[in-house]
């Protein structure tokens, strides 16, 4: 256990100057605790705030869209926890043929022994969803790890479902979700093409399917797709941005502000280790690389430069997706899981820990993957 020392606690909610004594768990959180029992953290001149939380990475590497050379690497323990990353929600991209959920589920398992959480969703972008058993029921109901399914969406590399096989879809995740007591996620990698979200609305319309069931990722990548997006918002549903070098997630959400959408639904996420790519207007690839998961806290850093408080900002990269997630963590509260992260007085990572066990400290690699 550690008794953390005369630090800022964000919760994200600012809560003031506190100690706070952590197992795997939040256990005190009080102005003053005297105790010589426990191995001490001094906080002075620190801020305390929840571990981030990031639902889009691909932990087995995804793309591959320029040949087998450009399949990005998996993503090692140090990468994700040197960035602020405590828990991760792992799945595949575009390749769903070469690279499978068995892969997937046993990368997940491996980033648990080693001291990360992690959950991952089943499918890729292609229809009908690649599962382990055969059975997207039978994934999210049986398979502790399985919280839902990905699909693509009005992308020239998805496989342009139907309306009626998206509901399909959507009903298979939510039943057996139902049924085994998890969140129940459709993630929907949405692209470029001018459809947008429209077969999402049409799903809506028809059905009773609940509207927080679908997840859209990546809707900031074009106008008329971040207009759906905020429809989808205001209507009720999550929407998740792309953090990016250009910072659009910072500037849509500042827009949300100004339309005043609610902003609890909204995630930031890194789509860390998967490559990103730019196509010309015959379709043939220009460019490739690989996405690090790092643009999460950058994304995090820049909004405090746009007139973000920490406790306004936060929120995005923890609670809105532990509670979307039903997780038992992205705020410092008693009994919440001790996945926590201290930065300095530059608002910079010190120490990073998860469910009380140091990963990071004074800024050094304590906790490497198996073969780091």
């Known amino acids: 256990m550690y008794l953390i020392k005369n630090i800022e606690v964000y919760s994200p909610t600012y809560l003031g100057k506190k100690d706070v004594l952590v197992s795997d768990k939040i256990e005190m959180i009080e102005d003053n605790i005297d105790s010589d029992l426990f191995e001490r953290i001094d906080g002075t001149h620190k801020k305390l705030i929840p571990g981030f939380i990031d639902q889009h990475v691909h932990i087995t590497g995804g793309g591959g869209e320029g040949s087998f050379k450009t399949k990005a690497p998996e993503i090692t323990l140090s990468k994700l926890t040197t960035a602020g990353i405590t828990t991760v929600l792992g799945l595949l991209g575009t390749d769903g043929i070469s690279r499978d959920v068995e892969n997937l589920l046993s990368k997940a398992k491996a980033l648990k022994e ?66 085994s007591g998890k969140p129940g996620i459709l993630t929907l990698h949405m692209g470029d093409e001018k459809q947008g979200l429209s077969l999402v609305f049409e799903a809506l319309e028809k059905t009773d399917i609940p509207i927080t069931l679908f997840r859209p990722t990546h809707v900031t990548r074009n106008a008329h797709l971040l207009e759906d997006a905020y429809q989808l918002l205001k209507l009720g549903g999550y929407i998740d941005m792309t953090a990016s070098p250009d910072h659009q997630p910072t500037h849509a959400i500042i827009e949300a502000k100004t339309r005043q959408l609610p902003l609890s639904r909204i995630t930031i996420s890194s789509d860390g280790q998967g490559s990103w790519s730019h196509y010309d207007q015959n379709g043939q690839l220009i460019k490739i690389g690989v996405s690090s998961v790092e643009c999460l806290f950058k994304e995090f850093q820049y909004m405090l430069t746009t007139g973000f408080t920490i406790e306004e900002a936060l929120p995005f990269f923890t609670v809105n997706a532990a509670k979307g997630l039903n997780l038992n963590k992205g705020q410092i509260e008693l009994n919440k899981d001790a996945d926590l992260i201290l930065l300095d007085e530059n608002n910079d990572i010190e120490d990073v820990m998860i469910k009380g066990v140091l990963h990071v400290q004074n800024k050094q690699l304590l906790i490497k993957g198996t073969y780091e």
């Open 114 to 179: 080693e001291g990360l959480n992690c959950l991952i969703i089943s499918g890729s972008y292609q229809y009908p969803p690649i599962t382990i058993t055969g059975d997207i029921k039978k994934d999210v109901q049986f398979i502790d790890e399985v919280v839902g399914c990905k699909l693509a969406l009005s992308d020239h590399r998805s496989s342009h479902v139907t309306a009626q096989e998206l509901i399909r879809l959507a009903s298979d995740v939510r039943v057996s979700a139902l049924l």
